[in-house]
């Protein structure tokens, strides 16, 4: 498994998601993720409008993709990828938060003023 290997299947998930085909979006996913698959679409802002691979990582034993899914909302989710029988298969995802930016202060304002 590689980083090609992961993105085509990555993008493969992407696609079926927007075809709303959830059997299809899941093929590459472990046993206990589909047997928690109403967790995991809740988190989806389906309808999809677009769905994209943002990024793909090796990190120690597995890759994780970030995918952006916009709908009536934007989501980045997170999967992590690992060799399953000589397949890759998605063995966790998860809801990425966005980072909140605080803003800095105007110039002669303390924080607790801000």
């Not at 698959?37 to 691979?53: N, Y």
């Not at 970030?66 to 989501?75: A, N």
Request: aromatic share 2%; charged share 25%.
């Amino acid at each position: 498994m590689d980083a090609e290997q992961v993105r085509d299947r990555a993008q493969a998930v992407c696609d079926a998601l927007l075809a709303s085909d959830v059997e299809r979006a899941t093929a590459d996913f472990s046993d206990s993720l589909r047997q928690n698959l109403g967790q995991i679409m809740a988190q989806l802002p389906l309808p999809l409008t677009e769905a994209t691979v943002e990024s793909v990582e090796m990190g120690g034993s597995s890759y994780t993709a970030v995918l952006l899914l916009l709908g009536e909302s934007e989501v980045r989710m997170q999967t992590r990828w690992k060799d399953r029988d000589g397949h890759p298969t998605v063995v966790e995802v998860s809801h990425v938060a966005e980072a909140t930016i605080e803003p800095e202060p105007l110039e002669g304002e303390t924080e607790a003023e801000a």
